[in-house]
C-alpha cells in the first residue's frame, strides 16, 4: 500500500481569498472540478490489475507440490495440520489470514524466503516457497484458478491476501 492517492489535492484553491464571492465561488468550483479530474486520472493510474487471493492464483497441482515440500521441511515445527506448536506460528484459520489480510503473497514469499525454516532459513528457492503459499491457501480455503503462482515480483506484490473480493472488476 502507498497511500499517496487522493492526498495532494486536499488545500487547494484555499489561497484565493475574498475577491468576490462569485469569483471565489468559481475558482473553488474550478478547483474541485480538476481535483475530481486529477483523482480520476490518477487513479485510472493506479488501477494496475491489483488481485486478491480469492481470484483463484494458484493450481491444485502446485498446492499439491506444496504439501510435499511442507510436510519435509515445514511441519516439524508447524505442525500437520498447520496448526502450531509452541512458538511456531499457526498457519492456518482465523490466526494466519487475519495476521495477513491486507499484505500481499510478495511478503508472505519475503518473510518465508528469510526466515523459515526457522532452522534452516534461505534453503527453499523461491518456486519452492511459492509452492508451499499455494498449500497454505488451499489449506486457507482460498479457491485453486488456472496459474501458478510465479515467481514474478510485481505480480505478486499485486496479489493482496484477503478473504474480501477485490473491489472492482471481477
Ligand atoms: C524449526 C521450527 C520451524 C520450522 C521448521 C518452520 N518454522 Fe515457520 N515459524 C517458526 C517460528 C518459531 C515462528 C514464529 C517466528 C516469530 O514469532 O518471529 C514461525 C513463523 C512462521 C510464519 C509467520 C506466521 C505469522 O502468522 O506471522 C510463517 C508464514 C512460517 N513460519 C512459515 C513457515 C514455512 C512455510 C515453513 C517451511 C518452509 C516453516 N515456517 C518452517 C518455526 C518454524
Known amino acids: 500500500m502507498n497511500g499517496t492517492r487522493n492526498r ?21 468550483l474550478a478547483g474541485m ?31 499439491k507440490r506444496g504439501k510435499d515440500q511442507y510436510t ?5 515445527c508447524h505442525m500437520e495440520d498447520l496448526s502450531g506448536s509452541g ?19 510478495a511478503d508472505l514469499l519475503n518473510l518465508i524466503q ?6 534452516k532459513p534461505g534453503t527453499l528457492t523461491p518456486e519452492a516457497s511459492l509452492d508451499v503459499i499455494s498449500y497454505l491457501l488451499q489449506f486457507n480455503q482460498f479457491p485453486a484458478g488456472k496459474e501458478e503462482l510465479k515467481n514474478d515480483p ?11 473480493a477485490a473491489p472492482e472488476g471481477h
Open 114 to 119: 528469510t526466515t523459515m525454516p526457522q532452522d
Open 154 to 164: 510485481d505480480a505478486l506484490k499485486n496479489i493482496i491476501i484477503t478473504r474480501k
Open 8 to 28: 495532494e489535492f486536499s488545500g487547494r484553491g484555499n489561497s484565493v481569498v475574498r475577491v468576490s464571492g462569485r469569483l471565489v465561488f468559481g475558482v473553488l
Open 33 to 63: 472540478l480538476a481535483a475530481c479530474l486529477g483523482g480520476a486520472i490518477r487513479s485510472a493510474r493506479a488501477a494496475s490489475p491489483a488481485k486478491t487471493t480469492m481470484d483463484g492464483v494458484y493450481t491444485d497441482d502446485q498446492a
Open 72 to 76: 519435509t521441511t515445514c511441519s516439524g
Open 87 to 105: 512458538q511456531a506460528l499457526p498457519l492456518a484459520g482465523d490466526a494466519f489470514t487475519q495476521v495477513w489480510d491486507g499484505q500481499t503473497v
